[in-house]
T-cell receptor
Framework: AQSVTQPDIHITVSEGASLELRCNYSYGATPYLFWYVQSPGQGLQLLLKYFSGDTLVQGIKGFEAEFKRSQSSFNLRKPSVHWSDAAEYFCAVGDTGFQKLVFGTGTRLLVSP | GAVVSQHPSRVICKSGTSVKIECRSLDFQATTMFWYRQFPKKSLMLMATSNEGSKATYEQGVEKDKFLINHASLTLSTLTVTSAHPEDSSFYIC????????????FGPGTRLTVT
């Protein structure tokens, strides 16, 4: 069965600094990978996704992620964090038929002034 | 982009009563919808897959008699929490993949259920 690990529960980054959120997955075939962001009390917004092709994926709000098959990773990055980026970030992997998603435990991003 | 709505956004009910949560795809049809439960400061746990015109598929450990799911049309799925207890208090989120469209899911804004 597929699984997703987000090793960092909390991360604090200074505003303007770069960000990298880690995500490792376990999946037997080529995975469909996603990053979602959730603000408090809100639903999930898709930041970006990887299905195939270029392993560096660009998303909304200046985020990008790189798929590394050899490391089973799909880390999320942003070169300069804004205070509005403070939220919970979830990495997810889609199953064979794609439709079911398995989520990681999430990483809470705090942005300091 | 595709929009999924949920109603209500918040609900408070008394222990022992039932509460219904609606999930609607507003501008696309969804033969399948998913229901997730999110505990405070935790990840999303898939509860069940709602299938239009057939029975829902429940994940292991989810009580199907407690969490009734009905997918009445291509744009509506409902989750009814029956005989609610305080431990059912949670954030419930639905999602829907766009049929025939891109292979991604669209999430509703969630429903905060509090059972007193």
């Amino acid at each position: 069965a597929q699984s997703v690990t987000q090793p960092d529960i909390h991360i604090t980054v200074s505003e303007g600094a770069s960000l990298e959120l880690r995500c490792n997955y376990s999946y037997g075939a080529t995975p469909y990978l996603f990053w979602y962001v959730q603000s408090p009390g809100q639903g999930l917004q898709l930041l970006l996704k990887y299905f195939s092709g270029d392993t560096l994926v660009q998303g909304i709000k200046g985020f990008e992620a790189e798929f590394k098959r050899s490391q089973s990773s799909f880390n999320l990055r942003k070169p300069s964090v804004h205070w509005s980026d403070a939220a919970e970030y979830f990495c997810a992997v889609g199953d064979t038929g794609f439709q079911k998603l398995v989520f990681g435990t999430g990483t809470r991003l705090l942005v300091s002034p | 982009g595709a929009v999924v709505s949920q109603h209500p956004s918040r609900v408070i009910c008394k222990s022992g009563t039932s509460v219904k949560i609606e999930c609607r795809s507003l501008d696309f049809q969804a033969t399948t919808m998913f229901w997730y439960r999110q505990f405070p400061k935790k990840s999303l746990m898939l509860m069940a897959t709602s299938n239009e015109g057939s029975k829902a598929t429940y994940e292991q450990g989810v009580e199907k008699d407690k969490f009734l799911i009905n997918h009445a049309s291509l744009t509506l799925s409902t989750l009814t929490v029956t005989s609610a207890h305080p431990e059912d208090s949670s954030f419930y989120i639905c999602s829907a993949p766009q049929r025939g469209g891109t292979v991604e899911q669209y999430f509703g804004p969630g429903t905060r259920l509090t059972v007193t």
